[in-house]
């Protein structure tokens, strides 16, 4: 049935929109593509690259038409006014109470994201015409890809939990599809599998956490708001009154997290993501820095009442979430310290920034957290898609950065260029978007009075600074080294990526035109390259305006479109506004006049009217004094890793050269990062195996043992069975009866033959002795 | 004779012949001597004729002794004489299984035995039989048993016929 | 006179015969014995008809009489054959019908 929640109400009456009500669309024409290429890709002039390319940006367009219209919505709403979003549901299955439906919940975070994940895989896909130009399986690579994009745009716009599940679950098996794309080299498709296997360990707490959660909420939804248990809003709402039991919803909400730890790498189940580089660039570039990953942040930022009464955020003391994303920071940007492959370090980065988001969301800071997720989606993929022109036209498809790289912005301006913008992004320096996002976050995490967690996410800045920095000094600076010189290697020398050594995949058929394309040198990329590089260098540049708070209250857009408002709201959506109409929304944490607004109740206490949809959340004030602290904390890293870097690099210096195998202490805490702080070697060989092995030595025993002894048993029952039966009764009564018959029959003929002599004499003889006993018994009788 | 129940002269009559008849038979079953046996069957008829005397049936008891005893046993005698029997005794004429012979005709004896006995108890013949003229039993065979006569001359002349057919030598 | 005297011998006569019969080993032996049964039947015959005053018991017996002689002509026929092919009229002997 088609149920559309009414925003059509009577006090405030909210603007919608063709591209609003029909953003549902936007996964369906991805989704649609996808069976297109699967089917007719291989026919296509482009191999389905078309279909690829065109339902990325009728989707972008469905997208940004949705986000000018909710654009329209917020402006046209009162101030301070809850936004109601746009929900429509279809019931999909019902069965004994119990129903769940397909649709769309488009508020300012699901059209944010839809943005970022359809304008991105637009480019991606664009991206990938080039770089896998020739592939062995080009055409299964944009179907995938198509897949993922549609996966992922359900999940975003899904209306209840079994929706963003499905969304979820696709997106996991597109990453898995796409990081063994060349899963012939069996590193390949180990890391596809230990992506997919860390992930799914995450989504047992995400199935767990729906259940719990729609077993607590379903009673007080399907009452108060005539929704089932699974729905975002009425989840969301339902945290917020007074209903949920204390351990209902922290169960849920550690649950729902553990699932997010897992999908965006936060420690302990992290360790997937470095290995996810063995994908194609185009790939680690879309699933694993930008869209993907964010997925687990995402859930987070969606159900976020849930998580903030769950986990007390706001509470005063640590939780679970900001601890996490706390550890995650520092240890994934240990880590990229000691990588020399290029893309290890952007995904230890990934690792890292994610973590800022975790950290983020566990401190209260929502709205940062969810610009960071904008911002950093713009710049990431930058740095991605940067590595993958490197390798594609200079280093010869290799990631190496000590070994094949080097010196490279004399040859690849537009890629140094694109790169360096994105570095500054990254680590948060004026006036590149980075700044306003993570800056925001460091910001409001100590406001909101996490003050370690503050100096960790400062701590992490100056890291990030320092082995960016380390980064590209190896592969842009210095002298050009291996493949970027010229040389040629053999295939076994590259580790994970021998894969995109293919020459065949690209048209080279023998080693003299290689030799030919290596004579040629490192050169910059084609424009199917660099377009979307300087697109996306553009952005990183710009989008941190959006939501630019040192400039005034005015230019937080992103604000005012993003974040819901934290008004109580009357169960069909219209909005009861406490304090006075526009009044109900508060800019500082202090309950004053200061500002003129009151505070809304939600989040601290129940409403005794209505519902809230969202907490009431603080927002810390600009301040200069703070942003220049942090200025020069990134500078500080900056410079110090590039005295480092010279001297190491450069100058050979021998006070550096080899101290970790001089110094104790240095050599311990470099083996220790080298071998990932041992985490992979305890999950898989130690908690793996000592599960897995058990459990198939026990099985095999009972296969053995047991099944096959059931088997032989009732052979050999059967078999001694018929024996007997053939010993016994066959031979023995059956044939003992018809033998029996028949030697009855002989025996009683052989007795009966006497009878017939042939003698005259007998014949008489029996004839009168008959004849007499006939009449004795005639007789007898008569008489 | 006496105009009484008791016929003395019959009953004596009847008495011995009965005994000579039986001794006969006995001797018949039990000689062996082939001629013997055939001697004493012959008393046998005799004894036979008589009693058919005293039974009334003067015409049946001469054409018993005429035929029986004239023809039947001058039969008999031509037959020991073809088939070589042995004049004297022979020492088995009964053969494996006589004994079976005695129980048989106990058997059969007292069945009949008790069926006459509480058949006839004590019922008398007629004192006055009139015997019976050779006319009314011509009257007899020619009237009622006319039929049973004729298939009687076919059947001898079967005999005959059979008797020549069976004998001759060729 | 009673009538069951004169059924009683014939009884006898008959036993005798039958016994006759059984036991003896000799061909012609036993067509004699066969002779003592029918006689035995002609007095019954007799004896039955002076009871009831008929005549129809004198034709019987002479009919008898009749078929005693033709039945003792073919039976010695046959005797005389089989003294013909085998050199005996031992019954013991002619037992090639035996099952």
């Not at chain 1, 992922?152 to 716009?157: A, D």
């Not at chain 1, 599998?193 to 995400?206: V, Y």
């Not at chain 1, 010993?727 to 029959?745: E, F, H, L, P, W």
Request: hydrophobic share 50%.
């Amino acid at each position: 049935m088609f149920a559309e929640a009414t925003e059509a109400a009577t006090e405030v009456a909210l603007k919608s929109g063709w591209f609003l009500e029909h953003a549902w669309v936007v996964p369906v024409i991805p989704a649609l593509s996808f069976f297109l290429i699967i089917f007719f890709g291989k026919r296509m002039p482009k191999k389905g690259s078309e279909f690829g390319v065109a339902s990325m940006l009728g989707s972008l367009v469905f997208a940004g038409g949705a986000a000018y219209q909710w654009i329209q919505r917020v402006n046209g709403a009162p101030e301070g006014a809850f936004v109601s979003p746009v929900v429509k549901t279809w019931t999909w299955w019902q069965n004994s109470g119990i129903s769940f439906g397909i649709g769309q919940h488009v508020d300012g975070l699901t059209v944010a994201i839809l943005l970022v994940v359809a304008f991105i895989s637009t480019l991606v896909q664009i991206y990938s015409l080039e770089y896998l130009r020739g592939d062995r399986r080009y055409t299964h690579f944009f179907a995938s890809l198509t897949l993922f994009s549609a996966g992922m745009l359900n999940m975003v716009v899904a209306e209840n939990m079994i929706q963003l599940i499905l969304g979820w679950e696709i997106m996991g098996l597109c990453s898995f599809l796409l990081i063994g794309h060349w899963w012939e080299e069996g590193a390949n498709s180990r890391a596809a599998l230990k992506a997919f296997f860390t992930t799914r360990t995450g989504d047992i707490g995400l199935l767990t956490g729906t259940a719990i959660l729609f077993f607590s909420a379903n009673e007080w939804t399907t009452k108060t708001l005539g929704v089932s248990g699974f729905s975002i809003r009425g989840l969301s709402s339902w945290a917020l009154s007074g209903d949920p039991g204390h351990a209902a919803i922290t169960m849920g909400a550690i649950a729902l997290f553990i699932a997010a730890i897992g999908k965006s790498g936060q420690f302990p189940l992290h360790t997937w993501l470095p290995d996810a580089m063995a994908g194609p660039t185009p790939v680690s570039s879309l699933l694993h820095s930008s869209t993907m990953v964010v997925a687990g942040v995402f859930l987070v930022a969606r159900l976020y009442p849930v998580f903030f009464k769950g986990m007390d955020i706001l509470g005063g003391s640590a939780n679970f979430i900001v601890v996490i994303g706390g550890i995650t920071i520092v240890i994934a940007a240990l880590l990229a310290f000691v990588q020399t492959d290029i893309k290890k370090v952007l995904a230890y980065s990934t690792v890292s920034q994610l973590g800022y988001m975790m950290m983020g969301l566990g401190a209260g800071a929502w709205l940062p957290a969810v610009f960071h997720i904008f911002t950093h989606a713009f710049f990431k993929a930058c740095l991605f898609l940067g590595a993958g022109s490197i390798s594609h036209s200079s280093s010869h498809h290799s990631f190496e950065m000590k070994k094949d790289m080097g010196g490279l912005r004399k040859f690849m301006p537009i890629t140094f260029g694109t790169w360096i913008i994105s570095t500054l992004a990254l680590c948060g320096v004026f006036p590149f978007s980075g700044f306003f996002s993570k800056d925001e976050i460091i910001d409001n995490v100590g406001h909101n009075g996490y003050n370690v967690f503050m100096y960790v996410g400062l701590a992490g800045a100056f890291l990030t600074a320092a082995y960016m920095t380390r980064a590209t000094y190896l592969t842009f600076f210095g002298q050009p080294r291996g493949a970027s010189a010229g040389e040629h290697h053999e295939e076994e020398s590259h580790d994970s990526h021998a894969a995109h050594d293919d020459h065949a995949d690209h048209g080279h058929n023998a080693h003299d035109s290689h030799d030919a394309h290596a004579s040629q040198g490192p050169h910059e990329s084609g424009w199917l390259i660099t377009v979307p590089l300087i697109i996306l260098a553009t952005l990183a540049l710009s989008s941190g305006f959006l939501n630019a708070l040192p400039f005034g209250e005015k230019f937080e857009n992103f604000k005012k479109w993003v974040e819901p408002s934290a008004e109580v709201v009357n169960p069909t959506g219209i909005a009861y506004v406490v304090g006075g109409v526009g009044e109900a929304r508060i800019a500082s944490e202090t309950p004053t006049e200061e500002s003129g607004h009151s505070k809304s109740p939600c989040g601290t206490e129940t409403p005794e009217q209505g519902v809230c949809a969202a907490p009431q959340l603080n927002h810390a004030p600009f301040k200069w004094s703070k942003a220049a602290m942090s200025m020069l904390i990134v500078l500080a890293g900056f410079l110090l890793s590039l005295f480092v870097c010279i001297q190491l690099y450069e100058k050979k210096n021998k006070k550096f050269v080899g101290l970790t195998e001089r110094n104790k202490v240095l050599g311990f805490g470099y083996k220790l990062l080298v071998n990932k702080y041992y985490l992979d070697v305890l999950y898989e060989k130690i908690i793996v195996r000592s599960i897995a092995h058990p459990i198939s030595a026990a099985v095999y025993w009972f296969n053995q043992k047991v099944l096959d002894g059931v088997v032989n048993g009732a052979g050999t029952t059967a078999k001694g069975i018929a024996g007997w039966v053939y010993r016994n009764i066959d031979q023995r009564v059956v044939d003992g009866a018809v033998n029996g018959t028949g030697s009855v029959a002989q025996g009683a003929g052989s007795a009966l033959r006497p009878v017939q002599s042939g003698k005259v004499n007998q014949y008489g003889a029996l004839l009168f002795g008959a004849a007499a006993i006939g009449a004795l018994v005639l007789v007898i009788v008569n008489t | 004779m006496f105009a009484s129940d008791v016929l003395v002269a019959q009953n004596i009559g009847f008495a011995i012949l009965a005994t000579i008849m039986v001794i006969g038979a006995l001797r018949v079953v039990t000689t062996s001597n082939v001629v013997h046996a055939a001697l004493w069957l012959v008393v046998v008829l005799a004894g036979a004729a008589a009693q058919y005397v005293l039974l009334a049936a003067e015409f049946v008891a001469i054409t018993q002794v005429l035929v029986y005893i004239g023809a039947v046993m001058v039969l008999f005698l031509f037959g020991t004489m073809l088939t070589r029997a042995r004049i004297g005794a022979e020492s088995d004429l009964n053969n494996k299984n006589w004994f079976f012979g005695i129980p048989v005709a106990i058997a059969l004896f007292v069945a009949m035995a008790i069926a006459l006995d509480s058949g006839f108890g004590s019922q008398k013949m007629p004192a006055d039989a009139a015997v019976a003229t050779t006319q009314e039993i011509s009257d007899q065979i020619f009237g009622p048993y006319l039929l049973p006569f004729w298939a009687l001359s076919f059947v001898l002349l079967a005999a005959v016929v059979g008797a020549i057919v069976l004998a001759r030598r060729d | 006179m009673f009538v069951n005297q004169f059924l009683i011998l014939a009884a006898v006569l008959f036993c005798i015969g039958v016994y006759g019969v059984i036991a003896r080993k000799n061909a012609v032996l036993v067509l004699m014995s066969i002779e003592l049964i029918l006689n035995s039947v002609n007095i019954n015959l007799l004896a039955f008809s002076m009871r009831n005053g008929s005549l129809d018991g004198h034709t019987f017996a002479l009919y008898i009489i009749a078929i005693a002689a033709a039945e003792v002509g073919v039976g010695l026929a046959m005797v005389l054959l089989m003294y013909r092919n085998r050199r005996s009229i031992d019954l013991d002997e002619l037992s090639e019908m035996k099952g």
